[in-house]
């Protein structure tokens, strides 16, 4: 990937806007940066979005996060990518540590070494933490990690003793990282490229699905699970993120085969753990 495919937006929030405003994580939500980083105490954001982006709504949403403070956009220096590692650092959640390559292991952890190049999943971010949080909890079977990144979570689940274990990103840049990075612990996730609301792309018949996607996927993934030709995979568990605080009950009530056993917040992030009504 060259460096010349991206910008670098920065964005210094007025003293009147929260950290954690609504509207300006919702924003940078649904724009989907090839990645971001807070800085200040999250007083600033800095993201990168590729230059030849096919969302026609992009220029709309970086105007109206404009409206939050003073934001400006840098054509991306060459060798920015090696910026990411001082961000990287071990994240430990419960029983599993995700760490990145140039940190030693610790040794009372599940190990799960990650090197995300441009996918999504250091670990770091919060409704990564709560799948991988929520994993600790469920009972182990086979699982499908959808929308699965850099691997972080398809990676914790087979440490965790799931098994068998499919990682499936529509993004080729985010299963070339979910390869080298299960090569990288020699864990052998089953890695598909596909479309996990699209009822063409076949889904094995798993017992557990995390999918730490945004609501427009989730609610799609939900009218592919309401099919009647879902009935052969449908799964018995489901753990979903991705979501706004805010957004849970829609998602909720979209997921109609399923009831909600827990809910989990952290930094305004949601998660719904769900279990398939008999
Ligand atoms: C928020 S990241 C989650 C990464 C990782 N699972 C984690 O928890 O840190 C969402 C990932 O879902 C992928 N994705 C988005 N929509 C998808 C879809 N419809 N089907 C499959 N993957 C999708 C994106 O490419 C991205 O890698």
Known sequence: MSDEAFTRYT???????????????????????????????????????????????????????????????????????????RFHRPVRVGAVCVRPPWYPAQSDA??????????????????????????????????????????????????????????????????????RNAAANGLEPHVMLGDVTDAATPLPDADVMVANLLQGPLLALARRLSEPSSDDWAPARLVVSGLLEEQGDVVADALEGYGVVRRAVSGGWLLLDLVRRA
């Open 11 to 85: 964005l210094h929030l007025a003293d009147d806007v929260a950290g954690d405003d609504p509207e300006v994580r919702d924003l940078l939500a649904a724009i989907q940066p090839a990645g971001w980083e807070e800085i200040d105490g999250g007083r600033t954001i800095r993201f990168w979005l590729r230059r030849e982006s096919s969302d026609p709504e992009e220029g709309a949403r970086l105007e109206r996060l404009a409206a939050f403070g003073a934001l400006r956009a840098a054509a991306q220096e060459a060798g920015w990518q090696d910026g990411w590692r």
């Open 110 to 179: 599940l190990d799960v070494v990650i090197d995300t190049g441009m996918a999504f999943g250091t670990g770091s971010h919060s409704t990564t933490r709560l799948c991988l949080e929520a994993l600790q909890d469920i009972p182990r079977g086979s699982l499908i990690d959808a929308g699965a990144g850099s691997g972080v979570l398809a990676l914790a689940a087979l440490r965790l003793g799931f098994a068998p274990v499919w990682a499936l990103d529509n993004d080729p840049v985010a299963v070339e990282s979910c390869l």
